[in-house]
């Protein structure tokens, strides 16, 4: 089935390399571009073609008695494609854009590089107590671009839900030595066979514990079981280091948004497996820094041997911890050292449980439950808390500039969001709806005009309906076609991690649940751009702050699909930003085969089509019949082994 009327493709950058070709050549060799009257009297020759084909098809039609001749029209479509390809070609010309050459493939030591997490230059510069392995890209040198290779044992990942519970070894930075020399926690919960690494599915014998742990947890709050976790009043967790996602995946089942952070690891890092596994998760610590989320984010807090020492440095975790709770909100601990099993404490972890249990007092937290080594505190839901505290308590409540938004800027030691409109208890605000939208009056706090939220969501709509169509190598073809009744749509599962790299509202995420993708979207609120990651967050969604000057924090090949609107024209603006060092990131963090769909002015996705030569993806160039202003860039990342 040909493509119909809603798109019009251009042809593949890598098909268009004879084409023009007299014309690239006749103004290289002068070193310069073509004047625009020259082109401008071009195109309106290749015009009047068209329209001379067209009549002609016309004329026929009307002399012969028969059906209209399917080869006319099928010559017509291609030379107005044809057309529009080599003009598009000559316009990228005149503004200096030529084809540029391939990048080549970075060297084995690069198959896991994380930039911004360089530990030997973080240690070289003094930085110690943990902070050699936080994030600090400044101290990150610029090294040769190039694109990051697999490891030789990759392979594609599998869909969800199998992915789930079975991921490839070879995928991940874990060696069977490093696993046998593991403790006995490590393979209570994944099996590592030939090349494969098992995980203990949930309709079968729960080895760890998980749903024991997640009903406890429950029963301690006062629920009757964890299935009302989310009647209660909760629906995003942020687990800090969440071993290898079990209780993540656990949770996910409940239809809880559960976010792994967990500190950069050279080797079996925590976050790699739970992306591997389809599970939200991104490199993230508060050693020093404060979280890329603002305050009042997260309805529990989870930390199972996350390995924070809570005691240290006046409680400035605690109070980070605080930061991201929202009111009535939960912080969940569970620590071997901090009971033994016979009831002894030992005089280290005394210390640390005495602090934790006066400190929390001091920030309005009430113990509700203590069972063996699990601790779950609540924060309070009561502003006046805070006004029954004496001048002078510590920590005191933050004012102005501290309690605005930050990104990665330096633990505060005051309490944060008292002051915020966003102030409400997770008990008293509604339940979860079913289609994660938020009322007029949300919105209202949120400083959002009901009108543009709704246009969006119904954008969105639309929208993801013809990108998943589009998800399909067809598109790359000589004679580009839409899959039709004949070729069914790509799977609901097709792709499970997506990221938005440039989120607004989160409807793009709100869109694909809706019509039931098997997907979770880490929603990217670019950090120059009007701050909605509290809306979206409020909505149930994963959701961070992020300069794309800057690498994001995670692992190479760890999202399936990277969608941008208007990111591209947004950057442009900024000084310091480089689109070719940001498709050299969008690479490096998309698996092989993974797709980029990109929505931005003509100019730039020109400018951007011409870099996905360089990055060796099948790129097509999509007009929009909506808006002649606009272009939609369809890329697909190529398996590259070698």
């Avoid at 002078?392 to 330096?410: F, H, M, N």
Wanted: glycine content about 6%; overall charge neutral.
């Amino acid at each position: 089935m040909v493509l119909g009327p809603l798109y019009h493709f251009k042809d593949h950058p890598f098909n268009i390399e004879m084409r023009g070709h007299f014309v690239r050549q006749t103004f290289t060799k002068f070193n310069r571009t073509p004047p625009m009257n020259w082109l401008l009297m071009l195109f309106i020759s290749l015009l009047a073609v068209i329209t001379i084909l067209g009549s002609s098809s016309n004329t026929l039609r009307s002399l012969a008695s028969s059906p209209p001749l399917p080869d006319i029209y099928t010559n017509y479509r291609k030379l107005r494609e044809k057309a529009v390809a080599d003009f598009s070609e000559i316009r990228s010309l005149s503004v200096g854009i030529v084809n540029p050459k391939e990048l080549d493939l970075c060297g084995k030591e690069s198959e896991n590089f994380v930039p911004c997490y360089n530990v030997s230059a973080n240690l070289q510069a003094g930085l110690q107590y943990g902070e050699e392995f936080d994030r600090h890209c400044e101290l990150s040198r610029i090294g040769e671009r190039c694109l990051a290779r697999p490891p030789k044992d990759y392979k594609i990942t599998l869909r969800w839900p199998a992915g789930k519970d079975v991921i490839w070894s070879g995928n991940v930075k874990i060696t069977k030595d490093q696993f046998l020399s593991s403790g006995s926690m490590t393979k209570r919960l994944m099996l590592l066979e030939e090349n494969q690494i098992s995980f203990h599915s949930e309709d079968g014998a729960i080895v760890d514990g998980v749903k024991d742990y997640s009903r406890q947890i429950a029963e301690m709050i006062g629920l009757g079981s964890d299935m009302e976790f989310v009647q209660s009043g909760v629906r995003t967790v942020l687990d800090i280091g969440c071993g290898f996602g079990s209780f993540g995946a656990h949770l996910f089942s409940l239809k809880l948004m559960t976010v792994c952070i967990a500190a950069y690891e050279i080797f079996g890092s925590q976050v790699q497996l739970a992306l591997e596994r389809g599970l939200p998760a991104m490199i993230g610590s508060f050693v020093a820094n404060q979280l890329p989320y603002p305050s009042l984010s997260y309805d529990i807090v989870h930390c199972a041997q996350c390995g924070i020492s809570w005691h240290k440095k006046d409680g400035a975790s605690l109070i980070e911890v605080d930061r991201v709770l929202k009111p009535g909100g939960y912080f969940v601990l569970t620590s071997p050292v901090t009971k033994s099993r016979g009831g002894g404490v030992n005089s280290k972890a005394r210390n640390s449980l005495t602090f934790i249990e006066e400190f929390t007092k001091r920030i309005c937290w009430s113990l509700l439950s203590q069972q063996e080594e699990t601790f779950v505190w609540q924060k309070t839901a009561e502003i006046s808390c805070y006004a029954s505290r004496k001048p002078g308590d510590v920590p005191p409540l933050c004012k102005g500039e501290q309690d605005k938004q930050s990104y990665y800027q330096p633990l505060t030691s005051c309490i944060s969001g008292t002051n915020s409109k966003r102030w409400v208890s997770i008990q008293s605000r509604p339940r979860w709806p079913t289609n994660y939208q938020l009322t007029p009056s949300d919105l209202k706090v949120h400083g959002v005009d009901a009108d543009d939220y709704v246009e969006d969501s119904n954008y969105w709509k639309s929208a993801v309906k013809n990108y998943w169509s589009l998800l399909t190598p067809l598109i790359f073809s000589d004679h580009p076609k839409r899959p039709g009744d004949e070729d069914p749509l790509p799977p609901f599962n097709m792709v499970r991690n997506v990221m938005d790299m440039n989120a607004h509202y989160g409807g793009f995420n709100d869109a694909l649940l809706e019509a039931g993708k098997s997907v979770w979207v880490m929603n990217v609120v670019p950090v120059r751009t009007s701050n909605s990651l509290p809306l979206i967050l409020d909505r149930g969604f994963a959701g961070v702050l992020h300069d794309w000057c800057e690498p994001f924090p995670t692992y190479p090949r760890t999202y399936d699909m990277l969608h941008a609107r208007g990111l591209l024209s947004h950057l442009v603006h900024n000084e310091g930003c480089n689109i070719l060092d940001l498709f050299l990131e969008m690479d490096r963090i998309l698996r092989p085969e993974g797709w980029v769909v990109i929505c931005d002015k003509v100019q730039i996705i020109e400018r951007a089509r011409a870099i996905t030569t360089q990055v060796r993806w099948d790129a097509r160039m999509i007009e929009l019949p909506s808006d002649n202003n606009q272009r939609l860039l369809v890329c697909q990342k190529p398996f590259l082994k070698k």
